[in-house]
């Protein structure tokens, strides 16, 4: 059973920085692609950013420039310039692909809140 393990998360001001972590069980590189996901109160969970197995990454339109996700034995999403509308639940995604079989996996969510 793959198991997701994420940390970093806290409280910032406006402006500040954090650096999530994503941990999974066996290599990272065993995944097709990896992500991290949020979700604020009373909204519904959005793909922040991803990187799949060739490197390419994604990011969502309201964090390029801002977030950077990177990957080695563990999957990190570096945080900048953090603005209150950042606030939420992050969640890391990991996505295998074996025989033709797409299996997703989830963390159980790290809280980030960004206020003065």
Same mark, same amino acid.
């Given at each position: 059973?793959?198991?997701?393990?994420?940390? /970093?998360? +806290?409280?910032?001001? @406006?402006?500040?920085?954090?650096?999530?972590?994503?941990?999974?069980?066996?290599?990272? &590189?065993?995944? &097709?692609?990896? +992500?991290? &996901?949020?979700?604020? @109160?009373?909204?519904?969970?959005? !793909?922040?950013?991803?990187?799949?197995?060739? /490197?390419? %990454?994604?990011?969502?339109?309201?964090?390029? /420039?801002?977030? %950077?996700?990177?990957?080695?034995?563990?999957?990190?999403?570096?945080?900048?310039? !953090?603005? @209150?509308?950042? %606030?939420?639940?992050?969640?890391?995604?990991?996505?295998?692909?074996?025989?033709?079989?797409?299996?997703? &996996?989830? /963390?159980?969510? %790290?809280?980030?809140?960004?206020?003065?």
């Amino acid at each position: 059973q793959v198991q997701l393990v994420e940390s /970093g998360g +806290g409280l910032v001001q @406006p402006g500040g920085s954090l650096r999530l972590s994503c941990a999974a069980s066996g290599s990272i &590189y065993s995944f &097709y692609a990896m +992500g991290w &996901y949020r979700q604020a @109160p009373g909204e519904q969970r959005e !793909l922040v950013a991803s990187i799949i197995s060739s /490197g390419v %990454t994604n990011y969502a339109d309201s964090v390029k /420039g801002r977030f %950077t996700i990177s990957r080695d034995n563990a999957v990190y999403l570096q945080m900048n310039s !953090l603005k @209150p509308e950042d %606030t939420a639940v992050y969640y890391c995604n990991a996505v295998k692909i074996r025989f033709g079989v797409r299996s997703e &996996y989830w /963390g159980q969510g %790290t809280q980030v809140t960004v206020s003065s």
